[in-house]
């Protein structure tokens, strides 16, 4: 434990910072995996739905720095793929 006033405060901003930063990315797994579950189970309307919440944690994750911006837009492309292809079976 720091005996310095300001490093107790890190210690403390940092613990703030690391449940936002874990909520953040962790929302964000969640919503590539719904996804890709939908997509899985061939529910167009399902699959379109989640694709824009996961769309949308994506970039906040990637607005905060916890995810490389190159890695959300391969993320995004992919998911966007994976939709795609199931539009094109149903047809």
């Given at each position: 434990?720091?005996?310095?006033?300001?490093?107790?405060?890190?210690?403390?901003?940092?613990?703030?910072?690391?449940?936002?930063?874990?909520?953040?990315?962790?929302?964000?797994?969640t919503?590539?995996?719904?996804?890709?579950?939908?997509a899985?189970?061939?529910?167009k309307?399902?699959t379109?739905?989640?694709?824009?919440?996961a769309?949308?944690?994506i970039?906040k994750?990637?607005?905060?720095?916890?995810?490389?911006k190159?890695?959300a837009?391969?993320?995004?492309?992919?998911?966007?793929k994976?939709k795609?292809?199931?539009?094109k079976?149903?047809?």
């Amino acid at each position: 434990m720091p005996n310095i006033k300001s490093a107790k405060k890190r210690v403390r901003s940092n613990a703030k910072k690391e449940t936002v930063n874990t909520r953040i990315t962790s929302s964000m797994r969640t919503a590539i995996k719904n996804v890709e579950k939908s997509a899985k189970a061939g529910n167009k309307e399902e699959t379109a739905k989640y694709l824009n919440t996961a769309v949308q944690r994506i970039d906040k994750a990637a607005k905060s720095g916890l995810v490389h911006k190159n890695k959300a837009a391969r993320l995004k492309s992919r998911l966007t793929k994976l939709k795609n292809d199931v539009e094109k079976e149903e047809k």
